[in-house]
C-alpha cells in the first residue's frame, strides 16, 4: 500500500486547510485510516481516523474543528481543518491499517502562524 499526502501548506490562526492522503497498490481491505501529526519538540499523536464503515474518532484538541471523511471509491481519506489554531503546527502524516499491517504517507507540513 502506498499514501500519497497532499495539502499541507501555510494558514493564519482561524483559517482552514484540507488535506488528502489518496491509497493505491494493494489497497483491497484497507480497514482504518487516518491522520497523525507530530510537532517539534512533541510526540507523535493521533489527529483524527475513521474505519472503513464510516466510524470517525478524533483527538480531543481538534473535535468540533476538524473532520476526518473517506471516499471508498477514491481510496482517499481527508482531514477538513477549520479554525486553525497556533498548536496545530506540525507535520501531518496519513497512515492506513490493513490486517495486522501498518502503512504511513509522507508527511505535509501545516504551519499556523500570523
Known amino acids: 500500500v502506498q499514501l500519497q499526502a497532499s495539502g499541507g501548506g501555510l494558514v493564519q490562526p482561524g483559517g482552514s486547510l484540507r488535506l488528502s492522503c489518496a491509497a493505491s497498490?494493494?489497497?483491497?481491505?484497507?480497514?482504518?485510516m487516518g491522520w497523525y501529526r507530530q510537532a517539534p519538540g512533541k510526540q507523535h499523536e493521533l489527529v483524527a481516523r475513521?474505519?472503513?464503515?464510516?466510524?470517525?474518532v478524533y483527538a480531543d484538541s481538534v473535535k468540533g474543528r476538524f473532520t476526518i471523511s473517506r471516499d471508498n471509491a477514491k481510496n482517499t481519506v481527508y482531514l477538513q481543518m477549520n479554525s486553525l489554531k497556533l498548536e496545530d503546527t506540525a507535520v501531518y502524516y496519513c497512515?492506513?491499517?490493513?490486517?495486522?499491517?501498518?502503512?504511513w504517507g509522507q508527511g505535509t507540513l501545516v504551519t499556523v502562524s500570523s
Open positions: 475513521i474505519a472503513s464503515g464510516g466510524t470517525t
Open positions: 497498490g494493494s489497497i483491497f481491505s484497507i480497514n482504518d
Open positions: 497512515n492506513a491499517i490493513k490486517g495486522e499491517s501498518m502503512y
